[in-house]
């Protein structure tokens, strides 16, 4: 049994009803939704967790359909307050060191990189699928590690942090987060082309091991080959999706300069 039980403290609180107007921002979204039948507004009687999943569930069933970047932004949007609140019910116990928005990103990059995967047999089912890849990325992350040696600071008179927020550094810090979110879509756009280039064998390899968790031994035997062969095999695969993102970005970044150049 793993050091760590990953079953929150305490339950998970019932997200706000305002999941509709989470989004406002993708009427395409909204219109695409309802020409699927889905009902966007929450039924009488229908409790606000039970809208939440109902709306998840067709949210991600519509970006595995369509791999929309748009179906993915508004799906991010909309579900990602809740899995951040799962993600921390999962911090404890020797687990605070982690950081929720990382494990969050972490997350939503492997819902990204793996939407085929994604069954919607009831209203439940992004709910019970993210969690289940939410629970692996911690996992993951709680592993034991070698331990680091500090040496302790000297005592002495030194002058109390004042920890209260600064309203210039709030406004730099939501600017910087606008950015990051910019540049965290570009980079999943990438990985999504560098992803589709990987051959079939190499695609469901690392759906095995880092989708649903397999060790190397596990994938190995549902591909019939050898653990060796295996971390060979997902080592390669990690490899060309890095080569292929670095070359994109890379022509993205020069690109711009060769164009100027030429019109000089």
Known sequence: MSAYSLTPLAPVPTVPADCLARLAAWPGVLRALV?????????????ADDYENRIGTALMALFRDTREPESFEALYAFARRAVQQWIRGLLHRGLGHLDPAELLQDTFVNVYRYPSA????????????VRTIAGNIVRRASAPRPRMFFQELPDGLNEPVDERENPAHQVSA???????????MLFLAHYARAWEELSQRDRRTLHLVEVEGLSYEEAGRVLEVGRSNMKMIVFRSRKRIARRMRM?????????????????
Do not use: C, I, K
């Not at 020409?35 to 009687?45: K, N, P, S």
């Not at 994604?118 to 699928?129: I, L, N």
């Not at 939501?174 to 965290?184: I, P, S, T, V, W």
């Open 118 to 129: 994604f069954r919607d047999e009831h209203s439940g089912s992004f709910r019970v699928w």
């Open 174 to 184: 939501d600017e910087q987060g606008r950015q990051l979110g910019n540049a965290y």
């Open 35 to 47: 020409a699927r039948e889905v009902d966007v507004t929450r039924a009488e009687g229908e409790s």
């Open 248 to 264: 994109a970005m890379n022509a993205s970044v020069f690109a711009p300069r060769e164009r100027a150049r030429v019109a000089v």
